[in-house]
């Protein structure tokens, strides 16, 4: 394999001068493959042994690109907290184009670009290695993500609270076309972009809605199901993204920027992480409302292409966007079902809904109180519950396949952090290892299967951007 046989293509460039600008990968001083991930790199026709090489790190960092490639920083704006960013994008990161199944190579942390504002257009070691993590694990629990196909480690030293090393993560995903990107193209006031991007949005990600009467209906509602499914699945395993801005929703309905987010240990619908997060606006109990919001920003900037009449444009928005919480609940209600064992049509909704209000007063570790409850392993505040549970014939079997023992520990992952930023990648790959392959209890991972110590969970913070 040489750079020059990669199939990377151009087409959002190509399609969107108006939402990208071109822009080249600042070149690494000492460039060190720290994480490669060989199935993925696989799935993409990419050969390991070389992406190892010099030639193969350069397509990594973007520096040597195949001729057919046009890197660009794509222009997006975003609700952050609530306010509106009108012009926010790829200030740091950069889209090296297409594979040819579609897919979109990649990078952060790659250096300023016109976007940058304040920001030094790097990244460092540690939250690269993070997002690498947790995006593979998502993948591995069956959740919709962006993936990791590797982190390379820069050489140059990036100023945070401290020097920190640098590093270079290039990520796999559907697209990288958000909420945001509708929102700068909606603001442009030209219709006609808007149109094209809703076009290649459909082409791309949600092509059966070319049948319908109205294929931008039809859009809202494909985003707003993969949405409602997606969060669903967070709200599942506990996942709390912690910077649910506009500009991190996906249309392909994949997680993407993986910040501050981690996993929930004791069940509490208040769980915050990120530091900045002081009101709770992204706490775990406000994920599916504040996706419902976020999908409201989306309708509003389909409107001109829903109907002529905005009234009626309005009419059907606000009819679509009442499906959300139904479809949430429907969705939450069988992964529920899925995790308890029970058949996927059980009608007792009640023995569902009241699970997270024993789940609060009782304090549980969340992720393994299910594989608890399918081995038998039961806390007696349960009795009444438990008891109506069991009249099911809860299958354990169906529940080990769906309950998984090895979530990223927020504990494993700063220490797997602080190893990798100090140049040691076992314990990181070591909890790869268990992360990667989370439904398969083994004997000597007992460690990753555990919660940290109260202490910690007390004081843990993340951290945006960094
Ligand atoms: P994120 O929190 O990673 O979604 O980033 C939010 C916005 O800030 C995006 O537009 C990023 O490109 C930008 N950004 C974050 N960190 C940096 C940085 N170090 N340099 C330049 N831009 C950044
Ligand atoms: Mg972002």
Known sequence: MTTSTVSLGSRFATEFPELAIGWQAETPPRPTLLLLNEPLAHELGLDADWLRTPAGIGLLTGTTLPASATPVAQVYAGHQFGGLQPRLGDGRALLLGEFADGRDLHLKGSGRTPLARGGDGRAAVGPMVRE?????????????????????????????????????????????????????????????????????????????????????????????????????????????????????????????????????????????????????????????????????????????????????????????????????????????????????????????????????????????????????????????????????????????????VYIPRNHLVEEALAAATAGDMAPAGALLDAITDPFTERPDLQRYALAGSADFAAGYRTFCGT
């Not at 995006?135 to 982190?151: D, K, N, Q, Y």
């Not at 395993?237 to 929703?249: E, S, Y």
């Not at 609940?329 to 049509?345: I, P, S, V």
């Not at 549980?364 to 069991?390: H, K």
């Open 132 to 404: 690498y993590l947790i995006s593979e694990a998502m993948h591995a629990l069956g959740i919709p993500t962006t993936r990791a196909l590797a982190v390379v480690a820069t050489g140059a030293a990036v100023q945070r609270e401290t020097a920190l090393p640098g590093a270079v993560l290039a990520r796999v995903a559907a697209s990288h076309i958000r909420v945001g990107s509708f929102q700068y193209a909606a603001a442009t006031g030209d219709t006609g972009l808007l149109r094209r991007l809703a076009d290649h949005a459909i082409a791309r990600h949600h092509p059966g809605c070319v049948e319908a009467d109205n294929r931008y209906l039809a859009l809202f509602d494909a985003v707003l199901t993969a949405q409602a499914e997606l969060v669903a699945r967070w709200m599942l395993v506990g996942f709390v993204h912690g910077v649910l801005n506009t500009d991190n929703v996906t249309i392909s309905g994949e997680t993407i920027d993986y910040g501050p987010c981690a996993f929930m240990d004791t069940f509490d619908a208040a769980t915050v992480f990120s530091s900045i997060d002081s009101w709770g606006r992204y706490a775990y109990g406000n994920q599916p409302a504040i996706t419902g919001w976020n999908l409201a920003r989306f309708a509003e900037t389909l409107l001109p292409l829903l109907d002529e009449d905005s009234d009626t444009a309005i009419e059907l928005a606000t009819a679509a966007l009442g499906e959300f919480a139904p479809r949430y609940q429907t969705a939450w209600r069988t992964g529920m079902r899925a995790k308890l064992g029970l058949a996927h049509d059980n009608p007792d909704d009640a023995l569902v809904d009241e699970l997270p209000a024993l789940m609060t007063e009782h304090q549980v570790d969340y992720t393994s109180f299910f594989r608890g409850l399918a081995r038998g392993d039961i806390p007696l505040g349960y009795m009444e519950w438990v008891q109506r549970w069991r009249k099911h014939s809860p299958d354990t079997a169906a529940m080990n396949a769906a309950n998984p």
